[in-house]
């Protein structure tokens, strides 16, 4: 605990104003589920683009990047071409064809790509698990958070984070999310570039910090990291970034295929920003406290004790941007995976009021889950988040990169796919991660494989279910 100035109190009640504001005023014009759920198919290039931004850079970045940063020093930094690679498949491959779909949600593709409600009910459940892993990592977070500021338990700084974003989730649905995403954007990139130069001034400057460090441990300013290690965490994060559920489920928002291409773009320089300052940021604490008991407590402690107070409060309003913003997409795509893709399903002649009704029960709850897991310690928030990241590449990259993109793709391929992915990751990680591999390649590895062999030997999809994806199908070409 460290003396709390006013001035914390004042930005954060402020910062916390404005967001619910912004879900109420986004709110009013959502009159059907498909209004709530894609934001009416209205969201621009800037804005989408700081909305993807927001909702990548999570808990992971601010706190658990940081916080490996602060333990480990610079390698890590090396993940991030992994992450970005993923966008460019994301962006050449994947998005124009999602947002040209024209769906409500990421299971809509595996249904119709794939002519199976089966697929799409799996994807749904698979989807609703691994983003209760990675909640888990978001409530920590927040717990760290509030408990290193203001000392109060964790699991109740993690009650108030979540408690806030639920109001603005239910209320304006992704339409409030995007307008806040974008506003969070906007305070994360901001506050941390303006920081930096006022922590390296504290720490003694640039110099000082480097020579420090190396003699503290020579490995912080080299590699830490095996360059083994580092192609998996690049790969982990960029393979589920290329198919993220949550940020596939933007670009339904986005206005136009070009609106896609130019958000992904826009998205980059946020990214960029934040990646440089969150290295620079956890070296800089690791010279001025040493011996911080736990890494992730490093962005707080920076924020409370280091920085002038506006400065320091509008940099905890920025971890705090960076959880609500994943944990509001991440909910809204959980919930629609129940109300519009499992109880759609289970009740295909459901009313729009029913779905709207099950979807905002299935916020609250899934939102409480992962509470259950959290009041118990983790591992570091960063490591959560990777694992979260690897299930979710596991079960999806082949079927939505290589479904997009090769029309022999089957049903059969699909469903074994996903679920040989899942059980490889989970089978792998159980048994210690032999020969050292990360996860997410043996689960990539054995998913694609799958995919491709059973889909050689099994029944091909109809034309009519891949015309969305494709154009015009060789019986269209034979009638014209």
């Given at each position: 605990m460290f003396e709390?100035?006013?001035?914390?109190?004042?930005?954060?009640?402020?910062?916390?104003?404005?967001?619910?504001?912004?879900?109420?005023?986004?709110?009013?014009?959502?009159?059907?589920?498909?209004?709530?759920?894609?934001?009416?198919?209205?969201?621009?290039?800037?804005?989408?683009?700081?909305?993807?931004?927001?909702?990548?850079?999570?808990?992971?970045?601010?706190?658990?990047?940081?916080?490996?940063?602060?333990?480990?020093?610079?390698?890590?930094?090396?993940?991030?071409?992994?992450?970005?690679?993923?966008?460019?498949?994301?962006?050449?491959?994947?998005?124009?064809?999602?947002?040209?779909?024209?769906?409500?949600?990421?299971?809509?593709?595996?249904?119709?790509?794939?002519?199976?409600?089966?697929?799409?009910?799996?994807?749904?459940?698979l989807i609703i698990?691994?983003?209760?892993?990675?909640?888990?990592?978001?409530?920590?977070?927040?717990?760290?958070?509030?408990?290193?500021?203001?000392?109060?338990?964790?699991?109740?700084?993690?009650?108030?984070?979540?408690?806030?974003?639920?109001?603005?989730?239910?209320?304006?649905g992704m339409k409030a999310t995007s307008y806040s995403d974008f506003v969070q954007a906007i305070i994360m990139a901001g506050c941390f570039f303006a920081a930096i130069p006022l922590l390296f001034s504290q720490a003694g400057g640039f110099g000082y910090v480097g020579t420090l460090l190396t003699d503290l441990d020579a490995s912080i300013t080299g590699w830490h990291f095996s360059v083994k290690d580092l192609i998996g965490f690049g790969l982990a994060f960029g393979l589920s970034m290329a198919i993220a559920p949550y940020e596939l489920a933007r670009m339904y928002t986005l206005k136009s295929q070009k609106t896609v291409r130019l958000a992904i773009g826009f998205s980059f320089v946020f990214q960029a920003i934040v990646a440089i300052s969150v290295a620079l940021g956890g070296m800089a604490m690791r010279s001025i406290f040493p011996v911080l008991g736990n890494g992730d407590a490093a962005s707080s402690v920076m924020a409370i004790n280091v920085l002038p107070p506006l400065v320091g409060a509008l940099l905890m309003v920025a971890i705090l941007a960076s959880i609500m913003s994943t944990v509001s997409g991440i909910m809204i795509v959980s919930?629609?995976?129940?109300?519009?893709?499992?109880?759609?399903?289970?009740?295909?002649?459901?009313?729009d009021r029913q779905k709207m009704r099950v979807n905002r029960v299935a916020v609250i709850v899934l939102a409480c889950i992962p509470l259950i897991f959290a009041i118990k310690p983790f591992d570091m928030v960063q490591f959560i988040v990777m694992l979260q990241a690897s299930l979710v590449a596991s079960f999806f990259f082949a079927i939505v990169v290589v479904g997009?993109?090769?029309k022999g793709a089957t049903k059969a391929g699909a469903i074994s796919a996903m679920l040989g992915g899942v059980a490889t990751v989970l089978v792998y990680f159980l048994i210690g991660k032999p020969f050292g591999l990360n996860e997410v390649i043996p689960g990539v590895l054995v998913s694609l494989i799958i995919l491709l062999v059973v889909s050689k030997f099994t029944k091909p999809v109809p034309e009519e279910s891949l015309r969305p994806f494709f154009g015009d199908t060789k019986e269209d070409k034979k009638a014209a």
């Open positions: 709390i100035s006013p001035v914390f109190y004042y930005v954060i009640i402020g910062y916390f104003i404005v967001i619910l504001s912004i879900g109420f005023w986004s709110g009013r014009g959502n009159k059907t589920s498909e209004d709530h759920l894609v934001a009416n198919r209205s969201i621009g290039a800037l804005i989408g683009g700081a909305a993807l931004a927001a909702t990548q850079m999570s808990a992971g970045t601010f706190v658990g990047t940081m916080g490996v940063h602060y333990l480990t020093g610079a390698s890590f930094m090396w993940f991030w071409p992994g992450l970005w690679l993923g966008w460019v498949v994301s962006a050449i491959w994947v998005a124009p064809k999602f947002q040209r779909f024209n769906g409500v949600t990421v299971p809509d593709y595996v249904e119709a790509r794939y002519n199976s409600k089966a697929g799409k009910v799996i994807a749904a459940v698990v691994a983003y209760t892993v990675y909640l888990i990592g978001q409530y920590v977070a927040g717990g760290v958070l509030m408990n290193t500021i203001f000392g109060i338990p964790m699991i109740w700084g993690a009650i108030i984070t979540i408690g806030i974003t639920m109001i603005y989730t239910l209320k304006g919930a629609s995976g129940v109300s519009h893709d499992i109880f759609g399903v289970i009740k295909p002649n459901a009313t997009l993109n090769w």
